[in-house]
Structure formats: structure tokens, C-alpha cells
């Protein structure tokens, strides 16, 4: 059973911008911080960037900051990543994932072990 689905991703440029999705089965998957991550060919999966329930914090990986934007809305049981000025560092799968607690650390937030609900991820590929 899918419980997080994400979608947007695609094929884009340098420079180009994506807009991903994802949407949780039910609440109960939202009452945490949801947050991406990635995962490039060979490498290990990377913190993305991170956003608790009430929206009131974002949490961002240095490589995106100033890049990329982290929202949701929460009558959909969403979260969006808004991602501009790709590169192709960018490529990778990427991956929704929620927690069951609220953390407004960075620490916490940026780490896998805090989120136990994962989504299938969607691919993100920047072509120069």
C-alpha cells in the first residue's frame, strides 16, 4: 500500500525549474514534519530539505538553499518542493518522506532516521 506518492518530476535543463508533489494516503502521515530527501547514482541518499507540520520552520541542505522551496498544505496532505535554477548535481530520485513527530531542530530534521513513513520517489534528471 503507497502512502506517500510523489510526482512532477521529469527531464529539464540547466536553469530550468520543477515543481514536485506529495501526497499522503491519510493525515495520520502528516502530523509530523514531511520532508525530501534524494538519491543520485552510487551515491547515499541526502537530506533535502525539511518542513514541521504547522509550516512555522523550513530546514534546507546547503547545496539548495536559496534554490529550492519547501511548503505544504495540509488540508491536502501535501508537500511541495520548489526547485529553480537546476543543476545537474540536482539529478537524482527524490524522495517524500514523513515523520510521526514534530522537529523544529535541524539536526533532527535533516536525518533519515527521523522519518518513518517513505515515499517510492519520483526522477529529477538536469541535462546540460
Known sequence: ??????????LVQ??????????AAERTFTRGNMAWFRQAP???????????RNADATYYADSVRG??????????????????????????VY?????RTIYYDAQHASRDQTYYYWGQGTQVTVSS
Open 1 to 10: 500500500q503507497v502512502q506517500l506518492a510523489e510526482s512532477g518530476g521529469g
Open 14 to 23: 540547466v536553469g530550468d525549474s520543477l515543481r514536485l508533489s506529495c501526497t
Open 42 to 52: 552510487g551515491k547515499e541518499r541526502e537530506f533535502v530539505a525539511s518542513i514541521p
Open 67 to 92: 534554490r529550492f522551496t519547501i511548503s505544504r498544505d495540509n488540508a491536502k496532505n501535501a508537500v511541495f518542493l520548489q526547485m529553480n535554477s537546476l543543476e545537474p548535481e540536482d539529478t537524482a
Open 95 to 99: 524522495l517524500c518522506a514523513a515523520s
